[in-house]
Every structure is written in structure tokens, then in C-alpha cells.
């Protein structure tokens, strides 16, 4: 199958590019250049998402001055900032039985994920501390994670947070402060993001749709090749094959903005087409390919005959790829969660290979050979879904993935 070049224009847009920036407007205009390229009309759609910026963070104790970052979305102390206790917390189960917290400063040695979160609003702590990266980073090679709270954290309302890195946290701890000081001043808002949308019309069964979604944003510090600018590539490389093939179902091409965010751009989507989400047949989404070191995957949110269909198409093509049922944690899961079975691929990397999320996300990991064997086989997985004379995908979520859906969005206690 010949490529289109679409791995050339991974190089224009491995810059940063954080959900509602304007970074992420510029490489949505760039998107539509391409799908204009191959005679493809598209679109942006808006919608809006939180936005903050950090005035002031700091963290003191009678020893002296942290470095820190203030977490986006917690709210800000006084302007004479706020003094506390300091409380470890190293469980839920911990916190769960502890009594008030009220004029403590709670320090969380893991992520700061939903449960917890919710945990600490209910036993009234004053502020937080949280860690960033390793005890074994440089400082000079390293940057301080710039953590953000979702809206599912402070939908339950808002405590001020700081990120500390991983080794002066373990230097705060040995000196066994008593009591420590948190500035944190933020301004917060609203900002515009952006989903870009085109279309490849079908010709005999054109009511039929099967989309093909990709997030094109980043996270701070980040450039973004592998993580998600090769998925935004991969999908562009499909929308040129298709729009010189023409299908005979209907393709969206979806690039989907601030999934950094928590899955922001699918969300906006999915509710402002709920009416047509009925025509849709299929999400095949795309998150991370190219990587030199690696190996891939599919999953499935879907019935398991899927799941048996690509791993049968693996071996009859010839291409490695290791198949699962399960809920990903990307752009599927949106259209999953509106019945609409979905599969994501990626080419993941092993321990120790290529990383995501920090500034080591650089094209240097990349390789196109790779990448193009990637895509010619999800071409070649779509065209046989596209192309197909009954679609072979049952309209279903089966109840085993709806729990699973029901507790990755949060809506059980059992993973949060």
C-alpha cells in the first residue's frame, strides 16, 4: 500500500500543545490544510474547557523553601498563604478512618486520583502536597510536573494543592516538620478547544458510519511526537487513502481535542452528535504508533468476536499485534460508553523504552518503517469493515465492558 507522506507532517506539528491553547488552534488549522490536500472538506468545532493560571506557589517549612507547582484547578489559599500540620497519608484506607483534617496539610505519596481526592474534601483538609517524577531524576534534565485536577476532582470542591518533586520529598519528610506553609495564588477561566471534524460520504450504504478518532493535543513540556501526534497522523494517512478510495459506508475523521484534560474533545463530541450517534457503527481509534521499540495492541470495548477477528487478521497478514477486550483510556471510550462498539490500536513501548508525558516525548523514538506497517495494517482493517456487505460488528456493549465503562468514568468506587 503506498503511504502518503503523513509521517513528514509529524515533524510540522511535535511541538507543545496543551488543550485550549493556542498551539492546539494552530495544529487544528494545519490538520484542515491536510484534509484539503486530498480534496476533503472539514471543520473545527468549539467547545469549552477549564483553564487556569498560576500566579503564585510556594511551599516553606522552618528549614527553608521548596520548589514547587501549583496544581491548576484547586482553588488558591489566602494571600498570606495558609499554615498547617503536616499529615502523611499513604492509603485510602489511612484516610478513610482518619477524623477531621480540618487546618492540615496533607501530604499524598501517590497520585492524586478521584477517591482520595473526594476523601480529603470530606475530612475538610486545608491544603495538599503531591509528588512529581522520580528520586532519580535530574533536576536539570527533569521538569516539575505541572498537575491540573479534573473536574471530576473538584466537582467535590476545592483544596489547594502543590506538586513537590519526588527527591524533596523525601528530603521534606526526614526533617519531620511540624508544620508547613502554602502559597498557592490562581486565576481560573474559560477556554476555547477544539475538535476537528471531516467527512468521506459513502456511496451504497452512505447511513452508515464508522469513525476514525485521534487526540491532537499534548501535555505540558511535552512536544507530543509519539504521544499523540503519531495517532494524529495515522488517522490523516487513512483519510488520504479513503478519500482516493472511495467507501461505500460513511467516514468521520475526528481529531480530538484536550484529551490530556480527561478525554475532553471526544466528550463535546459525542454530546453534540448524540442524535446521529444511531447511524454510527464503529470507533476505531488511534492513540501512539511509530515507536522504533515496542510492540502492538488492540482493545476492544466491544464483543469478544472482534477481539478474535483482529488477532485472525494479525496472523493472515502477517502483522504482530496482540488483540484484548477492555475500556481504553483515550478517545474510544466516549463513543463506547454511547454504544457504539470501538477499538483502539496503539504501538506501545516496553519499560524502559520510549516515554510519554515529559520531555523525552521526541521524535528521535520514531522510526517510519514502523509506523507505516502500522498503518497499512489498520487501513487494511478498516477497509474490511468499511467495505463489508453485513457489518460484522455486533451494535453492542457487552455488560462485563459497561462495568467497566461504568467504573473508569467514575460512575462506581471500584477504580478511580
Given at each position: ?65 521548596y520548589e514547587v507547582t501549583g496544581v491548576g484547578m484547586s482553588g488558591s489559599t489566602g494571600v498570606d498563604g495558609l499554615v498547617g500540620e503536616l499529615i502523611l497519608i499513604e492509603s485510602d484506607d489511612e484516610l478513610q478512618n482518619m477524623n477531621s483534617l480540618e487546618g ?59 506538586c513537590i518533586r519526588m527527591k524533596d520529598a523525601q528530603k521534606l519528610l526526614l526533617s519531620k516538620p511540624k508544620d508547613v506553609k502554602i502559597n498557592l495564588q490562581q486565576d481560573e477561566f474559560k477556554l476555547s478547544s477544539h475538535n476537528v471534524v471531516a467527512t468521506i ?216
Amino acid at each position: 500500500m503506498e503511504n502518503n507522506n503523513s509521517f513528514d507532517f509529524l515533524k510540522k506539528i511535535a511541538y507543545e500543545r496543551t488543550g485550549g491553547s493556542e498551539a492546539e488552534l494552530k495544529t487544528a488549522n494545519l490538520i484542515i490544510t491536510e484534509c484539503h490536500k486530498y480534496h476533503v472538506e472539514a471543520h473545527l468545532e468549539e467547545f469549552l474547557v477549564d483553564g487556569y493560571e498560576i500566579k503564585n506557589a510556594t511551599l516553606e517549612t522552618i528549614d527553608g523553601n521548596y520548589e514547587v507547582t501549583g496544581v491548576g484547578m484547586s482553588g488558591s489559599t489566602g494571600v498570606d498563604g495558609l499554615v498547617g500540620e503536616l499529615i502523611l497519608i499513604e492509603s485510602d484506607d489511612e484516610l478513610q478512618n482518619m477524623n477531621s483534617l480540618e487546618g492540615k496539610i496533607v501530604y499524598i505519596s501517590t497520585r492524586m486520583m478521584v477517591k482520595t481526592y473526594k476523601l480529603l474534601c470530606e475530612k475538610k483538609a486545608s491544603g495538599f502536597i503531591c509528588t512529581s517524577g522520580s528520586l532519580y531524576d535530574e533536576v536539570e534534565n527533569t521538569d516539575l510536573e505541572k498537575m491540573t485536577l479534573r473536574q471530576r476532582h473538584y466537582e467535590h470542591g476545592k483544596i489547594p494543592g502543590v506538586c513537590i518533586r519526588m527527591k524533596d520529598a523525601q528530603k521534606l519528610l526526614l526533617s519531620k516538620p511540624k508544620d508547613v506553609k502554602i502559597n498557592l495564588q490562581q486565576d481560573e477561566f474559560k477556554l476555547s478547544s477544539h475538535n476537528v471534524v471531516a467527512t468521506i460520504n459513502g456511496s451504497s450504504k452512505k447511513d452508515e458510519i464508522i469513525c476514525f478518532t485521534a487526540h491532537y493535543d499534548s501535555v505540558p513540556f511535552s512536544t507530543g511526537a509519539y504521544d499523540n501526534g503519531t495517532g494524529t497522523t495515522t488517522i490523516l494517512e487513512a483519510l488520504a487513502y479513503f478519500s482516493k478510495n472511495r467507501p461505500i459506508r460513511t467516514l468521520k475523521f475526528i481529531w480530538c481535542g484536550s484529551e490530556e484534560m480527561g478525554l475532553l474533545g471526544s466528550k463535546a463530541y459525542t454530546e453534540a452528535h448524540k442524535e446521529e450517534l444511531e447511524q454510527y457503527k464503529l470507533c476505531i481509534n488511534v492513540d501512539m504508533t511509530g515507536v522504533v521499540i515496542g510492540h502492538d495492541i488492540a482493545c476492544c470495548t466491544s464483543e469478544k468476536s472482534l477481539v478474535h477477528y483482529i488477532n485472525y487478521m494479525g496472523r493472515e497478514c502477517g502483522f504482530s499485534i496482540q488483540a484484548r477486550q477492555g475500556v481504553y483510556s483515550s478517545d474510544s471510550t466516549p463513543f463506547a460508553d454511547q454504544g457504539i462498539p470501538a477499538v483502539s490500536f496503539a504501538r506501545l513501548a516496553p519499560r524502559g523504552g520510549a516515554e510519554i508525558h515529559s520531555r523525552k516525548d521526541v521524535m528521535d523514538f520514531l522510526d517510519s518503517e514502523n509506523y507505516y506497517r502500522t498503518c497499512e495494517f489498520l487501513i487494511s482493517f478498516a477497509e474490511r469493515m468499511i467495505g463489508s456487505v453485513y457489518f460484522p460488528v455486533e451494535k453492542s456493549i457487552p455488560e462485563e465492558m459497561k462495568k467497566e465503562l461504568d467504573s473508569y468514568l467514575g460512575r462506581t468506587d471500584e477504580k478511580k
